[in-house]
Structures are given as structure tokens and as C-alpha cells.
């Protein structure tokens, strides 16, 4: 079994290191001193940036995302951020592997997250056509196969395995927040919508070892993909009517908002808003607590510059809480003062009620 030693949380600048690592990604690209490997290596722990430049880059023509490496590395600070430089770099048998060291778990076990979405049609779903499509959908072994082991995307949120489940039901559960705050909304189709409207990033990405697109995820993208996972079910549902069905595809194919962020269609009612921005609020929050967990044992304020959200964050520091209520094992609406028990210790109450002190 391959003992693994250095994990990319604890390399720093200045560091040598030699280890072994999981590609996460694996481009060629072209300087002028020749071609060059850009690399993403990856741990439980997370991912860094590698490069390998020639001739170094010439003797491995066959890198691909998944593989497992053995490499010897320089760490270095670049634009912000720890990467490597590669000077070694061997091939290892991934069958040798504890796969837990190199894959980031789940927050979440899936199938408690699966069990809450059902839960969640089961609670709020009252109209029969609604929960009979979610049932169908949700207990087809197919899609129930595709959905645990999913991540939310490739790199930027969620990306790890339950991921998608975990936007969903993170999704899920703003939209019905936000339809008792506007009670006017269709809380039913938006949960429905919530559920469904990343359904095909289950079949645009690959899990597992590696996250890569598919043949069809490249050509087709995940809304057209839900939707024809979604279509053979809408049309079997009894008592549906066609204008619900039409707006819930709707739903799906706005959710990305504006045409420049891939939305086939831009939100045309209140609905397909509350959905986009749902979406948007959950990834963008999943991205910052990835940005804010590099901080983490650190006393820097400023994160390094996230990319995908083209800008640095800070770690602001928090309103102090409240302090804990202190509780008594005595009852009484006094028993909080000093000499309540001195001054008439007959008066104690022996029900043994905790309560906060001070309280009324």
C-alpha cells in the first residue's frame, strides 16, 4: 500500500517535497523554451497548481487527469499562490492506493442528502402531478445511480463527490425561504425546479478518480442534458398540465440568468429570478468558504486571488456572540440572585428544572 506523508495544505514556499498525488487536471501547453506540462495536483487536503517544462515535460507525452503521480517538486509563490515545479515525476499503480487520502469528502454522506430531497417532496409537494413526476424521477435506479456519486461542477463549487446533491438541496431549501418571504411565488414549481435544474450535470461530468467532461457534456451541456433526462417523465405524468410544464422548462433552461453565463433562455417570470439567484447564492457561497478554508491556522486577513471570482477576499472579523446562558439546576423565577437559596432555602424548588439564570 502506498504510504502517503506530505499533503498539499502543508506545503509552502521554499519547501522540496516528494510525494505522491492525484491528477486533478493535465494540459499541455507551448513556451519558448518548448512544450510544457500545466498540471492540477490533488489530495484529501486539496489542490495545487505544477508545471513541468521541458525537456522534463518531453519524457511524460501521456498525462491525463486521474492518474496517480509520484513526483519531487519545488514550491514556490506565483502570482499569490503556492506551485510547483516539478524536477521527478513517475507513474504509480492507483490499485496500490488508499483512495481516501487523495479524493475531498463529502461534507455530507449523498444518500442522508437524496433522503432529504425526498423528504422535501414528500413535506411540500401537494399537488399530485408535482409529487408523482418527483417520485418517478427521483426512484429511477438510473438517475438514483448517476446522482450520489456527482459533483456540483468541475472545479469552482461543490466539486467533489455528493457535491450535486448538495447545491440541490442547498437550492431547494433558499427558494422555499424565499417564496414565504414572497408568498405570491409558485413554491411548489420552484421546488420542483430547484431539484431538477442541474439534473444533467450528473451526465456532463464524469466522477469518480477524475472530473472531466464527457463526449456529451462538451457537446451538449447540462440544462439540454437534464432536460431530455426530464422530458420522458414529464410526458408519462398523468394530470400535469401542459403550461406547468412548460414553465418548469423554462426554469430549467433561464437558471444561468444571462446569455453571456450560458442561459439558453433569460428569466421571464418572478419564478425563474428566484431560481437563478438561488443558484448563483449557493455557488458563490460554496466558492467563498473554499477561498476563506485556505486561511484556515493562518493569521493573514487577505485570501490569495480567486480566480473565478476576479478579485481578493477578506476575512473580516466577526460581531462577538452573546455570551452562553449560564442554566441552574434550580427552579424559580429567583433563584438567579445571590441569597435566594440563604434567605429561605424551604422555597428551593427540587423538580431540578434547568433553567437560565435571569430568565423570567
Not at 123 to 151: C, F, Q, V, Y
Request: net charge negative; charged share 25%.
Amino acid at each position: 500500500m502506498i504510504a502517503k506523508a506530505v499533503y498539499i495544505r502543508d506545503i509552502s514556499p521554499g519547501q522540496t517535497i516528494q510525494d505522491y498525488f492525484l491528477l486533478a487536471e493535465a494540459r499541455t501547453g507551448q513556451s519558448r523554451n518548448g512544450p510544457y506540462w500545466s498540471l492540477v495536483l490533488q489530495d484529501v487536503s486539496g489542490q495545487m497548481e505544477a508545471k513541468i517544462w521541458s525537456p522534463l515535460s518531453q519524457a511524460h507525452p501521456n498525462l491525463s487527469a486521474g492518474q496517480l503521480v509520484q513526483v519531487r517538486a519545488q514550491a514556490a509563490n506565483y502570482r499569490d499562490k503556492c506551485q510547483l515545479t516539478i524536477d521527478q515525476l513517475a507513474e504509480a499503480d492507483i490499485a496500490e492506493a488508499d483512495l481516501s487520502e487523495f479524493l475531498p469528502p463529502s461534507p455530507v454522506e449523498p444518500e442522508v442528502l437524496l433522503t432529504e430531497v425526498e423528504e422535501l417532496c414528500r413535506r411540500e409537494l401537494t399537488h399530485k402531478p408535482w409529487r408523482s413526476l418527483m417520485k418517478k424521477i427521483l426512484n429511477d435506479p438510473e438517475i438514483r445511480g448517476r446522482l450520489l456519486p456527482a459533483t456540483g461542477a468541475k472545479a469552482v463549487h461543490h466539486a467533489y463527490a455528493g457535491g450535486l446533491l448538495e447545491h440541490t438541496l442547498a437550492v431547494a431549501r433558499t427558494c422555499l425561504a424565499l417564496s414565504t418571504l414572497y408568498p405570491h411565488l409558485d413554491r411548489q414549481i420552484l421546488l420542483v425546479a430547484a431539484i431538477l435544474h442541474d439534473l444533467g450535470k450528473a451526465w456532463e461530468l464524469t466522477s469518480g478518480l477524475s472530473c472531466e467532461y464527457t463526449d456529451e457534456g462538451r457537446l451538449l451541456g447540462h440544462i439540454q442534458l437534464g432536460l431530455a433526462r426530464i422530458e420522458p417523465f414529464l410526458a408519462k405524468t398523468k394530470d400535469l398540465d401542459e403550461t406547468l410544464a412548460l414553465h418548469l422548462k423554462h426554469l430549467i433552461i433561464s437558471h444561468h440568468g444571462e446569455y453571456e453565463f450560458g442561459a439558453p433562455k433569460r428569466p421571464k417570470t418572478p419564478e425563474a429570478f428566484i431560481l437563478h439567484f438561488a443558484d448563483n447564492i449557493d455557488a458563490k457561497m460554496n466558492t467563498l468558504a473554499g477561498a476563506y478554508a485556505e486561511l484556515e491556522g493562518t493569521e493573514q486577513s487577505w485570501t490569495p486571488f480567486q480566480r473565478y471570482l476576479d478579485r481578493y477576499l477578506y476575512r473580516a472579523q466577526r460581531t462577538p456572540a452573546p455570551p452562553a446562558p449560564v442554566f441552574s439546576l434550580l427552579g424559580g423565577r429567583d433563584s438567579h440572585k445571590p441569597d435566594a437559596r440563604k434567605s429561605d432555602p424551604d422555597k428551593i424548588d427540587d423538580r431540578f428544572l434547568l433553567l437560565p439564570l435571569g430568565s423570567d
